[in-house]
C-alpha cells in the first residue's frame, strides 16, 4: 500500500494496462489538461511510443476512430480532456457506441473507453466547466464511472479497460493532487459497488467526483456539531448500487445528495427519486439536493462559488434534512441534535 496522488494513480493506471495488453491503444495523451501533472504523461508516453497517438482536434473524428477500433478488436482508451469537448463526438459516443451492442444483438463488444475532465475547475467559464455524466446516464448503453480517490482512479481505470462495454471515464481536475492509499498488485476495483467513506448514524450524504472530498469535509465540520453523517460514494453511475443508497437511507432517515451536474435533471435529481420512490417509508424528511445552479457557469471566480456546491452549501443542507438551520449544541458525549434522534 502507497500513498499516491490521483494523477500519479491515473498515469500508474494507464502504464500497466498498457503493458499488459498490446491491444490498448491512447488516442490523445493529456489526461491532466495544461497542469504540471503533464510529466507524468511524458513518461507513459516514452514507454510506449507506437501505442500513443496525439490526433488533432477533432472529437467527432477520433471517437468515431476509436469505436471502429474497438469493434474490429483493439481496446482504445480516448482522452478528450475537458468534459466539454464530447459535445462535439455526441453522435458517434451516444448514437453508434452506446447502441452498437444491442442493435448487433450482443455479437458485437465495444471495448472503448472516453476520459474526461468534467466540472467547474476555476475560470474554465460557460465552456470549460461541463459536467455531462448526466446526459450521458440517459443514454442507455454506457457505463459511467466517477472515481473520488487515487485508489479508484487506478482501479477503475482498469476495470473500465477490461470492460467489452463503452465506458465514459469522468476525472476532475481538482482531485490531481488529492493523495490516498493505493494497494500494491493487480487493484481492479469492480463496478456497480458503491462505498460508505464514513458511516454515521443521523444524514446520509450521498456525493459523486470531487464531492465526495467536500462532503468528507462537511462531515467533519458537522462532527463537531454533533452530527453524525454518512457519506456514500456510487463510485459508478452505470452500474449503479441501488442497494447500497437505500440501505444507508433506512439506517439514517434523511438524505442529501451532493453532485456537480445542473440542479435540474442531474446525477443529484435521479437518485433523490430513487430515494423518493423506494425508501419513502424510511424518510423523516424530505431528500436534499446541492448541485450547481441551473445557470452557465461564469467566468468570475466569485459567482463560480455562489453557483458551485461548496461544503458549506453541504453543511447547510445537511442541517436543513435535520430541521435546524444553526449549528447545534452538543448535550455531552452522546447528544444528538434536534431531529437527529431515530
Same mark, same amino acid.
Given at each position: ?7 500519479? %494513480?491515473? #498515469?500508474? *493506471? =494507464?502504464?500497466?494496462?498498457?503493458? /499488459? ?7 490523445? @495523451? ?120 487515487? %485508489?479508484? #482512479?487506478? *482501479? =477503475?481505470?482498469?476495470?473500465?479497460? /477490461? ?7 469522468? @476525472? ?120 450547481? %445552479? ?49
Amino acid at each position: 500500500m502507497r500513498e499516491i496522488s490521483y494523477a500519479e %494513480a491515473l #498515469a500508474e *493506471g =494507464l502504464r500497466e494496462v498498457l503493458a /499488459a495488453d498490446a491491444r490498448v491503444h491512447l488516442i490523445g @495523451s493529456a489526461f491532466f489538461g495544461l497542469t504540471q501533472h503533464r510529466a507524468l504523461m511524458a513518461r507513459v508516453r516514452g514507454e510506449f511510443p507506437d501505442r500513443i497517438t496525439d490526433p488533432p482536434i477533432a472529437e467527432l473524428g477520433f471517437c468515431g476512430l476509436a469505436i471502429g477500433a474497438a469493434l474490429a478488436g483493439l481496446r482504445p482508451v480516448v482522452d478528450l480532456g475537458t468534459a466539454s469537448f464530447v459535445f462535439q463526438a455526441w453522435p458517434q459516443i451516444v448514437n453508434e457506441a452506446a447502441s452498437a451492442r444491442y442493435m448487433g444483438g450482443g455479437q458485437h463488444a465495444v471495448p472503448v473507453v472516453f476520459h474526461l475532465l468534467h466540472g467547474i475547475r476555476g475560470g474554465g467559464a460557460a465552456q470549460h466547466s461541463h459536467s455531462p455524466q448526466a446526459m450521458f446516464w440517459n443514454s442507455p448503453g454506457l457505463e459511467i464511472v466517477l472515481p473520488a480517490t487515487p %485508489a479508484d #482512479a487506478k *482501479g =477503475l481505470l482498469k476495470t473500465a479497460v /477490461a470492460s467489452d462495454n463503452p465506458t465514459i471515464f469522468v @476525472s476532475h481536475p481538482r482531485l490531481f493532487d488529492v493523495k490516498g492509499p493505493v494497494p500494491d498488485g493487480d487493484g481492479h476495483v469492480p463496478f456497480g459497488r458503491a462505498v460508505v467513506r464514513r458511516p454515521g448514524r443521523d444524514v446520509t450524504i450521498v456525493a459523486t467526483s470531487l464531492m465526495v472530498q467536500r462532503s468528507l469535509a462537511a462531515a467533519d465540520l458537522l462532527s463537531g456539531e454533533g452530527i453524525d453523517v454518512e457519506v456514500v460514494d456510487p463510485r459508478t453511475l452505470v452500474p449503479l448500487d441501488r442497494e447500497a443508497i437505500l440501505g444507508s437511507v433506512g439506517r439514517t432517515g434523511r438524505l442529501v445528495v451532493v453532485d456537480e451536474c445542473h440542479l435540474s435533471c442531474g446525477v443529484a435529481a435521479e437518485i433523490a427519486a430513487l430515494a423518493a420512490q423506494h425508501a419513502f417509508g424510511h424518510l423523516r424528511a424530505p431528500v436534499v439536493r446541492v448541485a450547481t %445552479a441551473d445557470v452557465p457557469i461564469p467566468f468570475s471566480r466569485p459567482l463560480e462559488e455562489f453557483v458551485e456546491p461548496t461544503a458549506e452549501k453541504i453543511v447547510a443542507a445537511v442541517r436543513e434534512a435535520l430541521g435546524t438551520s444553526r449549528p447545534a449544541k452538543r448535550a455531552g458525549r452522546r447528544g444528538r441534535p434536534r431531529g437527529a434522534g431515530r
